[in-house]
């Protein structure tokens, strides 16, 4: 059986002990034993411990007999082989998983078919242990429970006490899932910081991940790869500003006006309106940057004189700009909104113009807010990666220039690891330590905006 | 004291003393016409902002509608084929080996020649080339699902070339030189002889609905992306919803006030803030990296979009648990429930709607996702559609992207095409997201 018939029969016995149980409970409540729970109680304490253990264990099962497949399999390789230049273990295991599912891909080596062989076998030794070891947990576990069933066990406090620690490891989730980003970012940038030092990737001007010693395109010279990552966070850091410079002031200006100044019913109509702007996926962006922006950028410049690169950053960051503005308007919205009314009429009481109370006051005590509000845009707008794979283009450029083409670390990461890759080479590797700077520039980000809400936020009540 | 500025109303420049009230309502008076100016500007200033902001919106949709809407029909030919059952099934038992033994081409090719005229070597492979490739196919289809009009002569249609189809719509003009367009002098012809005759038709794309990946332009459609789109995302409501609402209950009722509490709740917020590329990586990483998973299925892009909505629905869930009055919960303990029973008899249910909310608006934000998608490998060229979540699958923002690369004219069109189908889905995905707002949230 595989995996899926296998849950589906643990939820079957397990809906089946939930009968017996409730049934047996009413059974000895009918005659006439007061019971501690209410009788479904007693149902739900046998089914869940039915379903329960043998699911995680068939998930256990099922996820984990791959790797030690894998791991098996590796002990059919011939030493030569290994001792082979050109050995990847991913390539191996890819050679005997085809052969495994029936794809062959030229003559393979006895070995590979020894260990597809072999590891058929296994497959149908696991499938076997796995059906075996799962039904009858689940159908032993049931009973067991079922067994436990009399009128003075507390079945209430177990089920709650099941629940409490189904609802725990829910919420352990997302430290598991923390854990994994760290792990999946940490040790192959690690492995990357063997190959190239973290002196050239945080310092070095040039940005060719080519493999190494291959051809650089046209210069008939044998290339040597290069990671000086500061190509990537200027062109990040110019994209952000052009970004930021179009969302702020629209954003804020908005907000301002939207929270002060609008009508109930003006606010109602356009509120809504510039949310749809955030809700618009960003591939949907990329599309409208690369195909109606930039063309247009260009053929602007042209007509003034300028040399406009034809995927330049100025295209990808206004429209990343325009992305970013419902993000500041209805964060400073919140922020304005926050601030008390009384604020205002002390102010208007003194004679002041409604901007003058605006500038005067009400901004400077929003401040803390909107700035946080600018960094989380600016979080948002280094994160960003569509935009940027599909308007940008991938030209390493170190220019400060928004006309010219640059690229930026999320679309390097995005151009590295998309499509086959082999997991030993430096140039895929590299991808990881972009992705874990990246991600320790955001998070970052979010902590300083954090910290400055809480350090410089006003208690007025 | 300085003699000028605002600052000083109402202060005798000379001794210090009060000055008159009509000389401070003078010296007021005297600003009073530059604040005004100052308030008006600054009030246009922030007209202006929203004015700007709702005209990148205008221009967003005015640029994808024009192509879009364009891009939902193409144009087709409708021909007299003589369904010659000797040609086109040369067993002669229906199965579909011997209709693709059989030369659906040549049935199709001798109707156009008919209807054409084209005569000669050159004539007749410049009339082959009006149309679609996927043309044989659905002749084929209409055999199978009908044989009875073998034999027969039957009025069918089939989609013009991509070329054809640019020529028609006149993004390729007549007055090109011909070596400089892709289309010759003698196809031309033939198609303004068919345009002639009306058999010509511009109509709406069934391909873009029903058809899947291709690289022909006029064949390619979004079926194959949508069913991955909902195979993948329902992946992703079966982990997410149940997840995020167990840990929301989990957070606001039960766990106590320690050290491991606190650090599970920075977690959430900083995975909240962690760009989605990264998740992508996450699961590149560990579930085809480490588990050994196959690439380019709804199942991982599932997994992946479930961890990556699951702050969005922990948070908006945990609000609307907060905002349930305790005094539900004091109800329901002082007349004996458990806590639990309190929990998910009372808290829970008046806590859905907003739980929902927040579930229906990440589940919008993982359909409009690509990039993670990217990273395990949805975005490989896959003509079938997915049958389960462990088939190979593509969804549609990633066929969004991958048709944007193509440069034909009619991609452009249908990519915006399928670019409003994809926004359709979620302007309804956001309604109904407010709809439960507006309707089953209860104000305390």
Redesign the interface.
């Known amino acids: 059986m595989n995996s899926f018939s296998l849950a589906i029969a643990v939820l079957l016995f397990s809906s089946g002990y939930f009968f017996l149980g409730t049934r047996a409970s009413t059974m000895q409540r009918a005659s006439g034993s007061r019971l501690h729970s209410l009788p479904h109680y007693y149902g739900l304490f046998a089914g869940l411990v039915a379903a329960i253990p043998a699911l995680v264990l068939l998930a256990v099962l099922a ?1 984990g007999d ?2 030690i497949f ?1 791991s098996m399999a590796l002990d059919f390789v011939p030493d030569e082989v290994k001792a082979g230049d050109n050995y990847k273990e991913v390539i191996v295991l890819a050679q005997i998983t085809n052969v495994v599912n029936g794809i062959n891909f030229g003559e393979q080596p006895q070995w590979v078919h020894d260990a597809a062989d072999a590891w058929r076998g296994w497959d149908a030794t696991s499938t076997t242990l796995k059906t075996i070891t799962t039904l009858s947990l689940s159908l032993l576990a049931g009973l067991f429970a079922y067994r436990q069933i009399n009128p003075g066990f507390r079945s ?1 406090n177990a089920v ?1 006490r099941i ?2 620690i ?3 490891g ?6 598991f ?2 854990i ?2 760290v ?3 940490v040790f ?1 940038s690690m492995r990357f910081f063997a190959l190239v030092p973290v002196s050239e990737f945080l310092f070095g001007l040039t940005w060719n991940p080519q493999f190494e010693g291959a051809e650089r395109a046209g210069s008939g010279q044998q290339g040597l790869a290069t990671y000086g990552s500061v190509p990537l966070f200027v062109g990040t850091f110019l994209i952000s500003v052009v970004a930021l410079s179009v969302a702020v ?6 907000a ?3 929270s ?2 609008a009508s109930p019913r003006v606010r109602a109509a ?1 509120k809504p ?2 949310e ?2 955030a ?10 940057a ?3 922006v930039a063309p247009f950028i260009r053929g602007t410049g042209m007509s003034l004189g300028l040399d406009v690169a034809s995927e330049s950053a100025l295209a990808a960051g206004l429209v990343m700009g ?1 992305m970013i ?2 993000f500041v ?1 209805s964060l400073s919205d919140d922020v304005l909104n926050a601030v008390p009314q009384a604020l205002r009429d002390a102010a208007y009481g003194l ?1 002041s ?4 109370t ?2 005067q006051v009400v901004l400077p005590a929003a401040l803390p807010g909107v700035v946080a509000a600018i960094l ?1 845009a600016v ?1 948002r707008a ?5 935009i940027v ?2 308007a940008a283009g991938l030209a390493a450029n170190l220019s400060l220039n928004p006309l010219d083409a640059v690229t930026t670390v ?1 679309s390097q ?2 151009t590295i ?3 086959d890759q082999e ?1 030993e080479s430096a140039k895929t590797l590299s ?2 330590a972009l ?1 874990l700077t ?2 320790v520039i ?2 970052a980000l ?1 902590f300083m905006a954090l910290q400055i809400v809480k350090k410089y936020r006003e208690q007025y009540d | 004291m300085t003699e000028t500025g605002m600052n000083n109303i109402g202060v005798d420049k000379a001794g210090g003393g009060m000055i008159s009230p009509q000389e401070a309502a003078a010296r007021v008076g005297a600003g009073l016409a530059a604040r005004r100016a100052c308030e008006k500007r600054f009030r246009a200033y922030g007209r202006i902002a929203i004015g700007i902001a709702l005209a990148f919106l205008v221009t967003l949709f005015v640029s994808i509608f024009s192509k879009g809407i364009p891009g939902f029909f193409q144009h087709y030919v409708t021909l007299d084929v003589t369904l010659d059952s000797a040609r086109l099934d040369p067993t002669g038992d229906l199965s579909v080996q011997s209709l693709y033994d059989g030369d659906a081409r040549g049935v199709i090719r001798a109707a156009l020649y008919d209807a054409t005229g084209a005569s000669g070597r050159s004539g007749r492979k410049a009339a082959g080339k009006i149309i679609s490739a996927g043309a044989e196919q659905r002749l084929r289809n209409a055999v199978l699902d009908n044989p009875a009009i073998l034999d027969t002569t039957q009025r069918m249609t089939f989609a013009v070339d991509d070329d054809v189809d640019s020529f028609l719509r006149g993004f390729i003009k007549r007055e090109t030189p011909e070596k400089d367009r892709r289309i010759n002098d003698r196809m031309i012809g033939y198609i303004d002889a068919l345009q002639e005759q009306g058999l010509i038709s511009f109509e709406f794309s069934d391909y873009l609905i029903f058809g899947s990946a291709s690289r022909n332009a006029e064949m390619a459609g979004i079926y194959g992306a949508l069913i991955g789109s909902l195979l993948t995302l329902a992946v992703c409501l079966v982990l997410s919803f149940p997840i995020g609402v167990a840990t929301a209950i989990y957070l606001e009722e039960f766990a106590p006030k320690n050290r491991i509490t606190e650090i599970i709740e920075i977690n959430i917020n900083n995975l909240a803030a962690v760009p989605s590329v990264v998740f992508g990586i996450l699961g590149l990483a560990i579930f085809i990296g480490i588990f050994g998973m196959p690439r380019s299925i709804p199942l991982i892009g599932g997994v992946v979009l479930a961890l990556m909505t699951l702050p969005t629905i922990i948070i908006s869930s945990r609000a609307a648990i907060r905002a349930v009055p305790p005094s539900i919960r004091d109800a329901a303990l002082g007349v004996g429930a458990s806590r639990v029973q309190t929990m998910l008899h009372h808290v829970v249910p008046l806590a859905m709607p907003g739980m929902l909310t927040g579930t229906i608006i990440g589940m919008a934000q993982a359909l409009g996702e690509t990039a993670p998608l990217l990273m395990i490998g949805m975005v490989a060229f896959i003509v079938d559609v997915p049958g389960s979540v462990t088939d190979p699958g593509t969804v549609l923002p990633v066929q969004i992207f991958m048709w944007a690369d193509f440069a034909e004219r009619m991609f452009v069109l249908k990519t915006s095409a399928a670019i409003m189908v994809l926004l359709a889905f979620l302007i309804l995905m956001n309604a109904a997201a407010i709809f439960v707002r507006k309707k089953l949230e209860r104000r305390w």
Do not use: H, K
């Open positions: 996820i791959d790797i894998r209430r709650e629940l409490m189904v609802l725990a829910s919420s352990a989730i997302a430290i899932t923390t994994g980003i792990f999946s970012v192959e002031p629209v954003g804020l200006f908005s301002i006006y939207l002060e100044y356009v309106l510039m749809l702007l809700g618009v996926p960003t591939v949907v962006y990329g599309f409208f690369a195909l109606t325009i503005i419902p308007s004679g113009t409604q901007s003058e605006v500038r989380l979080s280094v994160g960003e990666t569509m794979v599909m999320t990461i995005v690891l998309v499509g997991f991808a990881f992705a990246l991600i955001t998070l979010n």
